[in-house]
């Protein structure tokens, strides 16, 4: 049995000037953003596809409106539907924290459709790419999540590096917003970027790596949960499982689905 180890005292505040405060988080979403835009803009130039990179700085405000609305509505509805339904008002408090991925994720996807019927282009070729550049912000988002000492893991005496959170009570616990960076952020940038810059023959088929995203994301989300403290307002539903990992298995099934209708798309030269 471990101890475990002081949480690091990190403000999450970088700096605040009277009223105007920079925190770790909002730079988190600031730096995932453009750090998405950048390495999009340059994929986009590798490939020639039709999501070019005119077409990516339009995307650009897209995309943010799609990650705040949908992760703020996301979590509104999925994890705490009643108390925002008794209150509305509080829907706007985006500055008392609150966002979803799955959320998030949602929001994309219906600007990515958006997009791509009102600039006719692939939504399966804007899709690759914008997989490959998602980890970036999932990896800067954990991170943030680890300094404001949030989303803590579950209480474990197992492991050396487990930690004692301020807001998680004197018992050591696992510091999963850690393991999330790794997996969500790291792991599935190396893999996707992996196959989209070295083999061609994935590449070139439109909707493999999108399928593989939903896919590889919703396992590891899924299996991370166990690590993961449950809200305390939610705990544990249907079955024993939490929140995340129920809105992890339609991910799951859309990254099958994706596969499947890639199997049946033409590799297309003309984008490689």
């Known amino acids: ?122 939504m399966l070729s804007m899709g690759d790419i914008l997989v490959c550049v998602a980890p970036i912000g999932l990896f800067l988002g954990r991170l943030a999540n680890f300094i404001n000492g949030e989303l803590f893991g579950r209480v474990t005496h197992a492991v050396p590096w487990a930690m004692i959170f301020p807001e998680g009570g004197p018992d050591p616990r696992h510091p999963s917003q850690l393991y999330e960076a790794g997996v969500e952020g790291i792991l599935l940038f190396v893999i996707l970027n992996t196959l989209w810059w070295f083999v061609p023959a994935i590449r070139n088929r439109r909707g493999v790596l999108s399928g593989l995203f939903f896919i590889l994301y919703g396992i590891g989300r899924f299996l991370l949960e166990y690590t993961r403290e449950p809200d305390a307002h939610l705990g544990l539903i249907w079955g024993g499982f939490s929140m995340g990992q129920i809105l992890c298995a339609p991910m799951v099934a859309l990254g099958i689905l994706l596969i499947l209708i890639s199997r049946k798309n033409p590799i297309y030269h003309q984008e490689q």
């Not at 700096?15 to 340059?42: C, D, E, T």
């Not at 990650?67 to 008002?89: D, H, K, T």
Request: net charge positive; hydrophobic share 50%.
């Open 1 to 122: 049995m471990y101890p475990g180890i002081p949480f690091p005292e990190i403000n999450p505040v970088l700096f605040q000037w009277g009223w105007f405060a920079v925190r770790w988080y909002s730079l988190a979403y600031i730096f995932g953003i453009l750090g998405a835009w950048w390495m999009a803009r340059k994929m986009s130039e590798k490939s020639q596809s039709t999501f070019t990179v005119l077409k990516i700085d339009d995307f650009l405000i897209w995309a943010t409106l799609g990650i705040i609305f949908g992760g703020r509505i996301g979590y509104c509805l999925f994890y705490n539907l009643r108390y925002y339904l008794e209150f509305p008002a509080q829907i706007l408090a985006v500055w008392q924290g609150g966002m979803s991925f799955h959320g998030g994720l949602l929001g994309v996807m219906v600007a990515t459709i958006l997009f791509a019927l009102k600039k006719r282009i692939s």
